[in-house]
């Protein structure tokens, strides 16, 4: 496996380290192993349905910054068009059973009620403009040993972290925050939010990527999947509360700290906002490149990390079995997975980009937090 492994690595361009790769790094070693792209690359033939995913889809369409200030009537069938358009690409190309039907019209309704209940709740609370949708970042590691480098991979390439982010939002004291939306059954713990390591290191890779913006924290707005018998909506303003203050600006740099942690919400909706500190932010780099180090290491051991919660959602577990029981995993691979192939570049996502990033793109300055 090192030498297949080696191989790959020498052909690479760069080698990137994915965000959700790292999770499943972290997580479970096998799991990463099989599915990693850097590794054996497999993908299960088919998925579950993702009404997180579809969800995510259709606020993108929400807090598009160019609509931002558009009423919110001529907005929301957008909204619910792109909800739809998300659940059916999922169902393209696939023979579906009558239960998976059934699922699919389930979850297409549960998505559309409680968008509709979000849309009520939503406009009354968001103190914020948007600046970018659903947008990707990718940015140099750097060397743990020498951290004035780049870590190099074994084709003497950078190693790059890669991720993207639901939203970037600009407050009305002119700070920056990544905002991410989940869809939950139960609510997180607080202290599970202030551990969220992929929202932790977007806020500290987005300034490298968006050079000097500094991000003040993350903002989860966490959607449970439930919908009210009657939709009691407030009396709505007919376009978000931060749209009489202010219009989504480029090059705002707040001088506030921002407060601590913040937390509203009702039933079904919760948004908790988490400020991350210079310090916090530093030691999330470090800790990164350690463990890209250990990622991109030909010779890195992998091995199983079985646990109930984990293993109930993983999508290897009929080759992990497999190999448990010390047989080929060859043919559990045949039956439910495929390689990919070389990852597509998504072109033109909605709201990805809302100012250039080419040089001379930048403003000259973005002042900082206490104002240096
Ligand atoms: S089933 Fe469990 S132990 Fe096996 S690969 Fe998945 S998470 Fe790891």
Known sequence: MAGRLRQRLRGCAMTVIRAQERESFVRCRRAWDLGARARQNYAPVEQPFDLQRAIRDALAVYYFPGMWDWDRATVLPLVLAGFERSMRRQREGRRLTDAEDDDWHGRVRLGEGMLRHYFAWAVTVDRFSPVRVDTDFDVNLSDPADPEWDMRGPDGEPIRYRGR?????????????????????????????????????????????YLGMRIAGTVY??????????????????????????????????????EGVLQEGNDWFRRTRIPRTEEELARAGRRLSVEALAMTDPA????????????????YRPPCLAINAGQDPAAALAAGYRVRGEEAVEEGRLGGVTWGMGRGAMPPRFPTRGGA
């Open 165 to 209: 982010l639901a939203l970037l939002a600009v407050d009305t004291h002119d700070l920056y925050w990544l905002v991410e939306h989940r869809v939950c059954d139960e609510w997180a713990e607080l202290d599970d939010l202030r551990l969220d390591e992929r929202g932790l290191f977007a806020c500290w890779a987005w300034p490298r990527f």
């Open 221 to 258: 707005t966490e959607l449970r999947t439930e919908v009210p018998e009657r939709i009691e909506a407030p009396p709505a303003p007919r376009r978000p509360v931060a749209v009489a203050q202010w219009h989504r600006r480029m090059y705002a740099g707040g001088t506030e700290e921002p």
């Open 300 to 315: 890195a051991a992998v091995y199983p990390s079985p646990e109930p919660s984990r293993c109930a959602v993983c999508a």
